[in-house]
């Protein structure tokens, strides 16, 4: 089961920066599985960007976002409005938007944010480099998140540790920084390393300590 | 002339690091760095430096000050949370200590407690922001403050890294340490000034003062270790071949760094001493540099 739960619209509205042109990709979900929300919550989610006059170029809600054939085939078949676009917002799970970022090419801002990911997960076959702070921030590294590829968690660029591309807590790795600047220099959004991103609000893994406390009371009961 | 007056002057800064006991047993350092008096401008102490534990730096710096010297207190984001820099950034006003390095810290396994919870809840930018915060009278919860600190504070860079995503980043990160408000930069050490230079041309249009490190070379073996292992740092082979054929080490040594400081001299508005346990032989170094 993942859990789901939508971002600040504050925070979304700061990530999609004034005057950009956004495409809206939402996800059916998984029935039982996942709580995406699906064309209702992207629909209100529309509702409310228009109002602020945040100019969309389109919607699509795909069935599973974090399967990539799907992503790739229904992208192709949106391609204009996609084009048309100069982010990608996207309501569905960290795996979503991953998957989603491998094939899309463009810059992403995520609407939800994974809040614990239980059992199943969707469509993805490969590792899932989430760890599930609460919030989301893959909008940073278009699909590769700070959190998950920094050991120090960094969120306003590197420590001065890297050797030759690599990790100074684990020379096998390469600094998770780096390769975020090379992801942002092929989508031309090296502009966003220069972002102040403000300090983490840990209190938003609360709901995840709370669910899990829930699971482990229903896990007694039996 | 404090520190701050020197840079804000445009003067050649001098700088040198020191780093806190293992202990409570503070005299023999103190002894070491005495001739240090009046040579240097401030003194960094460092914050659990290679992630081994020593003393708090704030305890030292107060003892330094006490002394007659300018402390730089360094505050790495490694070991507390941002209740507690907040907390020590007080401490540190309210016991008169003005100038704050920031730095990220290093991962604690590289360390002598590697059991142990990194923290680095805040990084080095949103650490300078915090200070900014303290200084117009509000903590990060935006909380008023009674009675209000001043800082001078810094921030790091490493000047030459070995890609060009690295160097692309320290320069972005550069400017948000600016914007966060450091007023000057210490740099990882430099044994190549011409590569130095070359970060120069890029760093110089901010406008800020930059200290670079200057790391005295003790013996071939160390160069090839600080190339090794060190991040930032590369030895010109020149510079280790001359360390590793001399006959006086130690002279040639000090001559080595003395060369480094004169051709840095030209390029930036001070520089920073790392003397690696040789403190007692910094004061011959700067009066061969005539500093």
Redesign the interface.
């Known amino acids: 089961m993942i859990s789901l739960e939508a971002r600040k619209s504050e925070d979304i509205f700061q990530d999609l920066e004034k005057g950009k042109r956004i495409f809206l990709i939402g996800c059916g979900g998984w029935k039982t599985l996942c709580n995406p929300g699906g064309e209702a919550q992207l629909q209100r989610l529309k509702g409310e960007l228009e109002q602020k006059g945040v100019p969309i170029t389109g919607t699509l809600v795909l069935d599973a976002l974090c399967n990539k054939g799907l992503d790739e085939l229904s992208l192709f078949r949106h391609f204009r409005q996609v084009l048309r676009s100069d982010l990608l917002l996207v309501m569905s799970c960290e795996l979503g938007v991953q998957a989603l970022t491998a094939t899309a090419g463009r810059m992403i801002v995520p609407a939800l944010r994974t809040i614990s990911v239980e059992g199943f997960h969707g469509g993805w076959k490969e590792k899932e480099p989430c760890r599930l702070c609460g919030d989301c921030f893959l909008n940073l590294g278009v699909g590769l998140c700070p959190l998950y590829f920094c050991p120090k968690g960094l969120l306003n660029g590197p420590c001065q540790g890297a050797n030759q591309g690599r990790c100074e807590v684990d020379s096998k790795k390469a600094c998770g920084w780096e390769l975020i600047y090379d992801r942002l220099k092929t989508q031309g959004g090296l502009d966003l390393l220069k972002r102040y991103v403000e300090a983490r609000d840990h209190s938003e893994i609360l709901p995840l300590i709370q669910l899990r406390a829930s699971v482990a009371a229903e896990m007694t009961k039996e | 002339m404090t520190f701050q007056e020197i840079l804000k002057e445009r003067k050649f800064a001098i700088t040198c690091e020191v780093s806190p006991p293992k202990g409570t047993e503070v005299s023999d350092l103190i002894g070491e760095i005495g001739d240090l008096q009046g040579r240097v401008d401030a003194l960094n102490v460092t914050d659990g430096k290679s992630s081994v534990m020593a003393m708090t730096p704030l305890a030292l710096s107060h003892l330094l000050q006490e002394r007659g010297f300018e402390p730089i207190l360094n505050m790495s984001c490694r070991d507390r949370n941002?209740l507690a820099l907040q907390a020590d950034l007080l401490g540190a006003a309210a016991l008169g200590i003005r100038n704050v390095l920031v730095v990220?810290?290093?991962?604690a396994?590289?360390g002598d407690h590697p059991q142990t919870k990194?923290v680095?809840?805040?990084?080095?930018?949103?650490l300078l922001?915090?200070i900014q915060s303290l200084q117009n009278g509000q903590d990060?919860g935006k909380n008023p403050l009674h009675g209000r600190p001043t800082f001078f504070a810094g921030a790091?860079?490493?000047p030459i890294?070995?890609?060009e995503?690295?160097l692309?980043?320290?320069l972005?990160?550069m400017?948000?340490k600016i914007?966060?408000g450091a007023k000057f930069f210490q740099t990882?050490p430099v044994f190549d000034p011409r590569a130095f230079e070359h970060f120069m041309k890029r760093a110089g249009k901010f406008g800020i003062p930059i200290l670079a490190s200057v790391l005295p070379l003790k013996s071939a073996s160390m160069a090839r270790f600080l190339n090794k292992n060190i991040?930032?740092i590369s030895v010109p082979e020149a510079l280790i071949e001359e360390i590793g054929s001399a006959s006086d080490r130690v002279k040639a040594s000090i001559g080595i760094s003395v060369r480094i400081i004169q051709e840095l001299k030209g390029l930036c508005q001070g520089i920073h001493l790392i003397p690696a346990g040789w403190e007692r032989k910094m004061p011959a170094i700067l009066e061969a540099a005539r500093l």
């Open positions: 941002r990220t810290g290093d991962y396994s590289m990194p680095f809840d805040l990084d080095s930018v949103q922001q915090a990060l790091t860079v490493s890294p070995n890609t995503a690295a692309e980043l320290q972005v990160k400017e948000k914007d966060g990882q991040p930032g």
